[in-house]
């Protein structure tokens, strides 16, 4: 029986979803991030998909999400989005941490994965954490300082961005670090798997596929890296797109 458990890491509120006659053992394990304005539940399909297969699954709550609305408005989350995505990369680091200390994760066995901004989440984690063994991107990108900029923009056009032109900058050079696309070689050879609907009005879908293009011959065995793209699809992640990642995940992780 596939089982769901609510609980907080670190702090962090989660669910974590796998067999309960293994809830104590160690697993192969993924973490999962969300999306924008999405909750740690709306994942729950992939996750069963994936605990079926023998793996535990975390579903974090991000900061101004599901449980941690905290009130926020529309646009206070708007503004707080690059902080979101980067308070979802070191709290990842704070999950593995319990995780560890629980000894649940078997033989260093975990991936990251997620979609739209959990997507971005999980490019920006791959320039911070070595010990990701896999990842699968779902309509993410890799190039966070070109989308903040553009996204900035956007914002800026609709009318006062309630945020300095200093604060913004400072921005831009946290997100450096983050940016994977500035660093590929931190990628180092670990299996990565990317999906972006081809008509996606959110997410540029040339972000991630220009991206693949760039990276993929650094790739010594090219099965490690698989970019899958799908004709006439907007920013919703498909049925397709969800079992191809669980059987990536499945395959590399």
């Known amino acids: ?30 973490v999962f991030f969300h999306g924008f304005t999405s909750a740690k539940e709306h994942n729950l399909p992939i996750a069963y998909m994936l605990a079926e297969k023998g793996y535990r699954v975390i579903l974090p ?6 449980s ?15 902080d ?24 260093g066995r975990i991936g990251i994965a997620g979609t739209s901004m959990g997507g971005i989440t999980t490019s920006a984690a791959l ?11 779902l309509m993410g990108s890799p190039k966070l300082s070109i989308f903040a900029r553009s996204l900035i923009e956007g914002l800026k056009e609709k009318g006062n961005l309630p945020v300095t032109d200093e604060t913004i900058n400072q921005l831009y050079q946290q997100l450096e670090q983050y940016d994977l696309s500035k660093q590929p070689e931190k990628l180092n050879q670990r299996p990565l798997f990317f999906w972006h609907g081809v008509n996606d009005p959110a997410v540029p879908f040339d972000h991630s596929y220009n991206f693949y293009q760039d990276v ?10 698989h970019f899958l793209r799908e004709e006439n699809r907007g920013h919703k992640v498909s049925r397709y797109a969800t079992l191809e990642a669980v059987k990536w995940l499945h395959k590399h992780v």
């Not at 796998?18 to 394990?29: G, H, R, V």
């Not at 979101?84 to 033989?107: F, P, S």
């Not at 320039?127 to 991107?137: D, E, G, N, R, S």
């Open 1 to 30: 029986m596939i089982g769901i458990i609510e609980e907080k890491l670190n702090e962090i509120p989660s669910l974590i979803i796998a067999d309960t006659a293994k809830k104590t053992e160690a697993l192969p394990t993924v």
């Open 61 to 66: 709550d991000s900061m101004y999400h599901g």
């Open 68 to 82: 941690r609305e905290q009130g926020v408005n529309s646009m206070q989350r708007m503004v707080s989005f690059w």
């Open 84 to 107: 979101i995505v980067m308070k979802n990369v070191k709290e990842l680091g704070m999950i593995k941490d319990v995780l560890d200390e629980r000894n649940l994760i078997l033989n």
């Open 127 to 137: 320039t911070q954490y070595p010990w990701i063994k896999a990842a699968a991107v």
């Open 216 to 225: 993929k011959e650094q790739y010594v065995n090219q099965e490690d890296i």
